[in-house]
Nanobody, 124 residues
């Protein structure tokens, strides 16, 4: 069965950094596009960043462009999100999701699997 397990969240100060990881199992990781999305308290799920199956193309939502970097290691079946210059508005539960194919879709409704999430809190 498909499993996506996020880790690496925690408390960071404004301007700080965190690196999220998503360990994938139960499917051929290298065949699927992957994304990160987040949900802040009282808000809906927001797409943050995506990467295609071989890692050659990456995409970012405007609020995180220039601060976050998505990457993947297909040999380790792992997706990453390096988050720098963190802001209080980045506080959210962060999820990794599997696309329905090798591409990236910015519509979170088009993803067939999501992990259980890892909490990121940015506060001084």
């Amino acid at each position: 069965q498909v499993q996506l397990v996020e880790s690496g969240g925690g408390l960071a100060q404004p301007g700080g950094s965190l690196r999220l990881s998503c360990a994938a199992s139960g499917f051929t990781f290298s065949r699927y596009g992957m994304s990160w999305a987040r949900q802040a308290p009282g808000k809906g799920l927001e797409w943050v960043s995506g990467i295609n199956s071989d890692g050659s193309d990456t995409y970012y939502a405007d609020p995180v462009k220039g601060r976050f970097t998505i990457s993947r290691d297909n040999a380790k079946n792992t997706l990453y999100l390096q988050m720098n210059s963190l802001k209080p508005e980045d506080t959210a539960l962060y999820y990794c999701g599997r696309s329905q194919g090798s591409w990236v879709n910015i519509d979170v409704g088009e993803y067939d699997y999501w992990g259980q999430g890892t909490q990121v809190t940015v506060s001084s």
